[in-house]
């Protein structure tokens, strides 16, 4: 059985950094792609970034390009989303989700589309204060 936990959420203020990290275990194979989405309070999930965990390929919402960074530990079996000079609106629960690779999993994760995804985790919770 496929399981995503996630962790790192918390509070922070305006500016600072959280580092959130998806645990993945149960995957069949070592070939996947893991996503961030959030969703904020009021408002519609949305796609934050994802990798392909195998080829290393990365792909960002242009609201935290350049803020914020997706990589993977495949000994760990990680995947880790760095987020720097945090700002008020990235407040929202998020959460990672999954899919294993295969003919469509690229385009679903470049355009970090939550429809492809097959797994999800339940999410961690970040506020951040202005």
């Known amino acids: 059985e496929v399981q995503l936990v996630e962790t790192g959420g918390g509070l922070v203020q305006g500016g600072g950094s959280l580092r959130l990290s998806c645990a993945a275990s149960?995957?069949?194979?070592?070939?996947?792609?893991i996503g961030w989405f959030r969703q904020a309070p009021g408002k519609e999930r949305e796609g934050v970034s994802c990798?392909?965990?195998?080829?290393?390929?990365?792909y960002y919402a242009d609201s935290v390009k350049g803020r914020f960074t997706i990589s993977s530990d495949n000994a760990e079996n990680t995947v880790y989303l760095e987020m720097n000079s945090l700002k008020p609106e990235d407040t929202a629960i998020y959460y990672c989700?999954?899919?294993?690779?295969?003919?469509?999993?690229?385009?679903?994760?470049?355009?970090?589309?939550?429809?492809?995804?097959?797994?999800w985790g339940k999410g961690t919770e970040v506020t951040v204060s202005s």
């Open positions: 989700a999954a899919r294993s690779q295969d003919y469509y999993s690229e385009w679903f994760c470049s355009s970090i589309n939550e429809k492809g995804m097959e797994y």
């Open positions: 990798i392909a965990v195998s080829g290393g390929k990365s």
């Open positions: 149960g995957f069949p194979s070592d070939y996947y792609v």
